[in-house]
């Protein structure tokens, strides 16, 4: 069965610093996505970034960027100049191809931006 | 606004009351999920709706009751639920099962 481990439960970084959040995960299937997702306080969870297995590179949106390791079985996000409104619960997923939609999840990372 | 509206935002309720969450999506979307996620643990997936058919069951409980009378709407009946059942609940919807936008959720406590 695939699982996803988010080893860091809980970081906190001062504003402008980069910080880096892991996520490992493991699978026999070679077609797949991960993505990370962000929860602020109010709850909604919103997409950070996607990535597909089949790309050799690394998915960036804005300050986010992913670490994608396909042998090691890692997909860590790189979060640079980091904001207050970084903070938030961040949780790493997996989807196989042929999954019927269904997402496997991460406990998450508390982040925590410091002023 | 993520185009996926959750009602109520909160909700306490007894063991025996009969309860029911609701979620909408405005997006055109083909598939809607409930999921329930609880303090410190990985969301739990409870139900798949694709094309207002259900295609996910994942060992839910018999108080937990799904309906989707339509790809924009789906709704939870709760009923007979225990202290153990509080969590917030949230809904998602995909097209074709791949980026899931999610809603705010409904905070359930069970009394």
């Known amino acids: 069965a695939q699982t996803v481990t988010q080893s860091q439960p809980e970081m906190s970084v001062q504003e402008a610093e980069t910080v880096t959040l892991s996520c490992t995960y493991d699978t026999s299937e070679n077609n797949y996505y991960l993505f990370w997702y962000k929860q602020p306080p109010s709850r909604q969870m919103i997409l950070v970034i996607r990535q597909e297995a089949y790309k050799q590179q690394n998915a960036t949106e804005n300050r986010f960027s992913v670490n994608f390791q396909k042998a090691a079985k890692s997909f860590s996000l790189k979060i640079s100049d980091s904001q207050l409104g970084d903070t938030a619960m961040y949780f790493c997923?997996?989807?196989?191809?042929?999954?019927?939609?269904?997402?496997?999840w991460g406990a998450g990372t508390k982040l925590i931006i410091k002023p | 606004e993520t185009g996926v509206t959750q009602t109520p935002r909160h909700l306490v309720m007894g063991m025996t009351n009969k309860k029911s969450l609701k979620c909408e999506q405005h997006l055109g979307h083909n598939a809607m999920y409930w999921y329930k996620q609880s303090a410190k643990k990985p969301l739990e997936l409870m139900f798949v709706y694709n094309f207002k058919e259900q295609t996910e069951n994942n060992s839910v409980p018999s108080r937990f009751s799904p309906e989707c009378p339509n790809s924009s709407h789906l709704f939870l009946h709760l009923h007979t639920l225990q202290p153990e059942d509080s969590a917030l609940y949230l809904c998602?919807?995909?097209?074709?099962?791949?980026?899931?936008?999610f809603g705010a959720g409904t905070r359930l406590s069970v009394l």
């Open positions: 997923a997996f989807m196989e191809a042929d999954s019927n939609y269904q997402l496997i």
């Open positions: 998602a919807s995909s097209q074709d099962g791949n980026i899931q936008y």
